[in-house]
């Protein structure tokens, strides 16, 4: 990993570990106040979550796929919902407080029994893991990774059938609102175009082999890895 790799990794961790309470608000779960941009902002970001939340369990719902790696699961709701699909999960995050929140979620979730998870304090580029999985979910991951080329060729040792992941558009409403928050806090934003989307594909040898949804503030991407 090359020194601003590793300083965008920290700069992502200190953010996420200090905004795992704000980044949870969104979904309406915490009491935790918001300013009015920032609600504004929220509730444009919401739409978009549902939408790619929505996306992606669609497709984990086959049963075909019986496990699932979260790669930045955040505060939790994926995991949720996929251990309600009755899927083995793997919970990856950077930050500690965002793994404090998703286990929490998940142990006052009453679940009877269904799936099983684990989780992983760390880098998802710098573990090695001892078995694939069937799936990955990357949703709000690539918006921080500067070297996005690394994460997929890892993943097509790691991922034995499908991907899902999300990468924000370089355009729309607010968008100003976001990279100026994200600089104030020191940390990366990496944007992307339809082109970029394309180009980054045909560059790890994924051309033909994936699917993009314009869902106006993400494109929302499902790569088949089989």
Known sequence: MNNTTSKDTQEVKSFFDGYANDFDSIYGHTDHQRGILDKLADKLFRQVMLLRFKETLKRTANSAIHSVMDIGCGPGHYCVEFLKQGKKVMA???????????????????????????????????????????????????????????????????????????????????????????????????????????????????????????????????????
């Not at 580029?125 to 994460?151: R, S, T, W």
């Open 92 to 226: 990856i995050d950077l930050a500690e407080n965002m793994l404090k929140i998703a286990k929490g979620r998940v142990n006052e979730t009453h679940l009877d029994g269904k799936g099983e998870i684990a989780f992983l304090q760390a880098n998802y580029l710098e573990h090695n893991f001892e078995q694939q999985y069937d799936a990955a979910c990357l949703m709000g991951f690539f918006d921080y990774i500067k070297n996005p080329e690394d994460v997929l060729e890892k993943l097509k040792k790691d991922i034995t059938k499908e991907v899902y992941a999300s990468f924000p558009q370089s355009g729309g409403l607010l968008i100003w609102q976001r990279k100026i928050r994200y600089k104030m806090r020191n940390c990366p934003l990496y944007l992307y175009s339809l082109k970029d989307l394309q180009e980054l594909m045909k560059k790890v040898g994924l051309e033909g082999k994936y699917e993009v949804i314009d869902l106006k503030r993400d494109f929302f991407v499902k790569i088949d890895m089989s």
